[in-house]
C-alpha cells in the first residue's frame, strides 16, 4: 500500500511560481512511474507530466512545455512539479498518481495510487 500526500498549492498572481511536492509512504519508491494530473470541476482529468522510476524520462503535456518541470528524488520518496510563469488557465486541482512497474505514465489507465489533491489558483 503506498499513500501519497501533495503540498505546496495555493494562490499566485498569473506569470508566478509554485513548486508542488508529492510524499509517499511505503518502500520501493523507485519502482513506480510517478505523474500529475490535474482537474477542473466538470472537466475530466487531464494529463500534466510524468517521470520513470529513476526519473530519466520525463514527458509533458503540451501546454506545460517550457513552463513546468517534473523531478523526482527517490532518497525522499519525494515527487515534484516545478511550475513557472503559471497563467489563469493552470488553476485546477492537481493530484499526484503514482503506477507500479510502468516505463512512464501518460494516462489515468490502470494508475495504482492517487493522492488527495492540491489546489492551485492563478489569479489574473
Known amino acids: 500500500q503506498v499513500q501519497l500526500v501533495e503540498s505546496g498549492g495555493g494562490l499566485v498572481q498569473a506569470g508566478g511560481s509554485l513548486r508542488l511536492s508529492c510524499a509517499a509512504s511505503g518502500r520501493a519508491f523507485s519502482d513506480y512511474a510517478m505523474a500529475w494530473f490535474r482537474q477542473v470541476p466538470g472537466k475530466e482529468r487531464e494529463f500534466v507530466a510524468s517521470?520513470?522510476?529513476?526519473?530519466?524520462?520525463?514527458r509533458y503535456e503540451d501546454s506545460v512545455k517550457g513552463r513546468f518541470t517534473i523531478s523526482r528524488d527517490n532518497a525522499k520518496n519525494t515527487v515534484y512539479l516545478q511550475m513557472n510563469s503559471l497563467k489563469p488557465e493552470d488553476t485546477a486541482e492537481y493530484y499526484c498518481a503514482a503506477k507500479y512497474k510502468a516505463p512512464i505514465v501518460l494516462t489515468n489507465y490502470a494508475i495504482d495510487y492517487w493522492g488527495k489533491g492540491t489546489l492551485v489558483t492563478v489569479s489574473s
Open positions: 517521470i520513470s522510476g529513476i526519473g530519466i524520462v520525463t
